[in-house]
Nanobody, 115 residues
Framework: QVQLVESGGGLVQPGASLRLSCAVS?????????MGWYRQAPGKERELVAV???????IYADSVKGRFTVSRDSGKNTVDLQMNSLKPEDTAVYYC????????WGKGTLVTVSS
């Protein structure tokens, strides 16, 4: 059973940086289909932010390219999201995602960007 636990959310000002981390248990870091981050802003649908495909290909939403970086740490079994130059429109609940056979979601961590 794959379990995903996010951490690192919070309230920051525009232009600040924040790092999210997702602890992955029960899932392989060497044999997976997709893992990474989605987000859901108030009143909007959940959307892809940044994911790692099997083989190592990175996929980013256009809105975060050049500002966000997704990475994995096989030693710690975490998938992380470094977020720089945050904007108010980045405010959302951020969800960790893992796919291998089935799809798995974390419970989410809230990121609020506001002055």
């Amino acid at each position: 059973q794959v379990q995903l636990v996010e951490s690192g959310g919070g309230l920051v000002q525009p232009g600040a940086s924040l790092r999210l981390s997702c602890a992955v248990s029960g899932g392989s870091f060497y044999s997976f289909t997709l893992m990474g981050w989605y987000r859901q802003a108030p009143g909007k649908e959940r959307e892809l932010v940044a994911v790692i495909r099997t083989g190592g290909t990175l996929i980013y939403a256009d809105s975060v390219k050049g500002r966000f970086t997704v990475s994995r740490d096989s030693g710690k079994n975490t998938v992380d999201l470094q977020m720089n130059s945050l904007k108010p429109e980045d405010t959302a609940v951020y969800y960790c995602y893992y796919m291998r056979g089935g799809a798995y979601w974390g419970k989410g961590t809230l990121v609020t960007v506001s002055s």
